[in-house]
């Protein structure tokens, strides 16, 4: 009967009750959100695989067109202009082309914000731990 009444009198929660569920919850983000950090992360560095890819198959494309090896390449991705790089001095010779509208419907982006550059048949992006492999997992 003691502790009926005791209960009867109780309302709501403690102050450590309410801190305890607090800590759960802080616990529980501080574990999350690492987690989803690292999923964004994952995404878009596949996404900027997958848009390398794309901007290597249309390279390959015009190389083929033109009938250059891959590696005589020179991309401005500034402007999207693709051209045929002959001699040492940087001497561009070949059919200036705009990628985009040619090749491609638009020039992809990198989703974390790198740039994108190409050298010999591989385009590469300067986000962190993007690199320039474009090979599959
Ligand atoms: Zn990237």
Known sequence: MKTKAI???KKGFTLTELMIVVMILGILVLIAVPIYNNATAKAEKSAC????????????QYAAVEGVNMADVVV??????????EGEEGT???????LVGNYLNELPT???GGAYSYKNGKVS???PDHGS????D
């Open 7 to 9: 209960l009867k009198g």
């Open 92 to 98: 561009e010779k070949g059919t200036e082309t705009n």
């Open 76 to 85: 401005d991705f500034t402007t999207g202009v693709i051209n045929v790089k």
């Open 49 to 60: 695989q997958a848009n390398r890819r794309t901007i290597e198959s249309a390279i390959a």
């Open 133 to 136: 492999d474009t090979d599959h």
């Open 110 to 112: 990198c989703p974390s």
């Open 125 to 127: 992006c300067d986000a």
